[in-house]
């Protein structure tokens, strides 16, 4: 990789780190906002709901935006956008503020996924390598984010990891301005005569793998969401000197820390094999670890999380990928808004309907429902193969 690839894939890596630590630092603060504004899980599976909605509604305008502004352009609102919006969640006073606040970060945070993707699709050569690195960047963000709202929370106020955040993405913002060359001043043929660039949009396998995708992000939600929760009220005899919220915080970010593992291996698998081929056994292979989950205490508990988390998150890699081979240059930003869209926006729907079978049954019942919805993902994924 050259230099300028270098630059870009370390912002784009910063910027992922911080957008999945901004969105999963609420679901670890769970156990905590309940009680501060005394409401329920089935308030506040619907809290999260509105906030990854947002995250994810955004992504379609952005991604139609990519083509007209640069992929530059964007990542730039999306990194002082969300500056503003996390320093307005940490002085949030009440409910409701708090509520439009988040609601806001995640508009604002659902910028930066067609515009960091897009910017290493098109401008970085190893593209398959070069998302499995902007993808451990994610897991980092995954793994800091819980770790650093429930600490800060403990030791300062669960306020305290917002306004850190909004300053780190800050300072990100001001080295894109000076690091980052705007797209035309770094224009590469050998990227431009690239075969993915030229590439006709695949309509027909698109639409397949969006369906198997937009299972998968509502998967991704319904786990995240309620894990932290899940892990506070099922490890108490395991390491019990440790109290339950900073539980609901650790052991969440063990799993996306070893969903780094699982990124490095779509991206060893991507590279060796037909990405589209393979889908339907890394979905597979989510399946018992969600029931597992759902059974499990104690250390067996921490054990299969992690396994859930090298399944999933192998996925990521190879999915982006996926959309850089069925879609044309010129429409890879709508592209990768429309997954995202799909995937977090309608996704997120797992927040809320997740929240009302916890309040009514309880999460044991959410990972096992999580487990079995993915069995038509399998079916979609395999007509994605025929497709192509």
């Known amino acids: 990789m050259n230099r300028i690839e270098k630059t870009i894939l370390a912002i784009t890596g910063g910027s992922h780190l911080s957008v999945h630590a901004l969105m999963l630092a609420l679901p670890s603060l769970i156990p905590i906002l309940m009680n501060e504004f005394d409401i329920g899980l089935d308030i506040l599976g619907l809290v999260v709901t509105i906030s990854a909605f947002m995250f994810g509604f955004g992504a379609i305008p952005s991604g139609w935006m990519e083509s007209k502004l640069g992929g530059k352009t964007l990542l730039l609102l999306y990194l002082f956008g969300s500056s503003f919006s996390a320093f307005l969640v940490s002085i949030s006073n009440s409910f409701y503020l708090l509520v439009f606040s988040l609601g806001l970060l995640g508009l604002s945070s659902s910028i930066y996924h067609p515009a960091g993707l897009t910017l290493i699709s098109n401008r970085v050569h190893l593209i398959t390598k070069g998302m499995a690195v902007h993808g451990i960047f994610g897991s980092t963000g995954s793994a800091i984010g819980p770790v650093l709202a429930t600490t800060l929370a403990f030791f300062i106020s669960w306020r305290a990891s917002y306004a850190t955040l909004a300053f780190f993405n ?14 035309e001043k770094d224009i590469d043929n050998t990227l431009i005569n690239n075969n993915r660039d030229i590439n006709e949009t695949n309509r027909i396998a698109l639409i397949f793998f969006y369906i198997t995708n937009m299972i998968m992000g509502f998967t991704y939600y319904g786990f995240t969401t309620f894990m932290p929760i899940h892990f506070a009220e099922n490890t108490k005899e395991f390491l019990p000197f440790i109290p339950d919220t900073m539980k609901a915080g650790i052991f969440p970010s063990f799993v996306f820390l070893s969903g780094i593992i699982g990124q490095i291996i779509g991206g060893k698998l991507g590279t060796r094999f037909n990405r589209i081929a393979i889908l339907p056994y890394i979905i597979a292979a989510n399946i018992p670890f969600l029931i597992l989950m759902g059974y499990a205490e104690g250390v067996l508990l921490i054990f299969c999380s992690l396994g859930l988390g090298m399944a999933h998150f192998s996925n990521q890699p190879i999915s982006n990928t996926i959309i850089a081979e069925l879609t044309h240059s010129n429409n890879r930003g709508i592209g990768y808004g429309i997954n995202f869209f799909l995937s977090m926006g309608i996704g997120s729907l797992a927040a809320m309907i997740g929240g009302v079978i916890a309040t009514n ?6 990972f096992i429902s999580l487990g079995f919805l993915l069995i038509p993902a399998i079916l979609t994924s395999y007509i994605l193969i025929l497709k192509t």
């Open 170 to 183: 800050l300072a990100l913002g001001i080295a894109t301005i000076f690091l980052i060359p705007s797209r």
């Open 361 to 366: 049954y309880d999460t044991t019942i959410v």
